[in-house]
């Protein structure tokens, strides 16, 4: 059974062991300290048997009506079985909660699999952003109107 909640700082080394699965520009340890603690932040995890599958982090600023889907990561042993799905609704709600109007995020050009995800949710792509990520790669900016 799937239990969705805030993450503590006594996730943090399961968190770090999920982002290995991400495949580049993992968080580190002190960014993940500093959103679990200091950051205009929710940070998601999805846990099943006492182990997180999913995490995400949405981050806010202050006086602003958007939000960021910073990272969404679902651990290889529970793909297809709705954790991406459920963690983005979750997400979606969270920064409702916030009074955002819009969830922006970027996302792989080349990950089929989650912009699938994004547009099959209602997202919008705005932009292609060339050589985003750390080993050149492009990335899709999107946003959803909440």
Known sequence: MKQLRLAKLT???ELLRLEQNFPGDKLTRRSF???LTKGHADVLVLESENEILADAIVLYRKGSLSSRL???VVDSKARGKGFATDLLEACESAA????????????????????SL???????KT???????EDGAAAIK????L
């Open 70 to 72: 910073y990272s969404l």
């Open 118 to 124: 994004y547009e099959h949710h209602g997202y919008k």
């Open 127 to 133: 932009a292609t952003l060339l050589s985003y990520y």
């Open 142 to 145: 999107m946003v959803k109107t």
């Open 11 to 13: 996730d943090l080394e």
């Open 33 to 35: 300290k500093h959103f």
């Open 96 to 115: 409702r909660t916030q009074s955002c109007t819009h969830l922006h995020l970027e996302v792989r050009e080349d990950n089929q699999a989650a912009l």
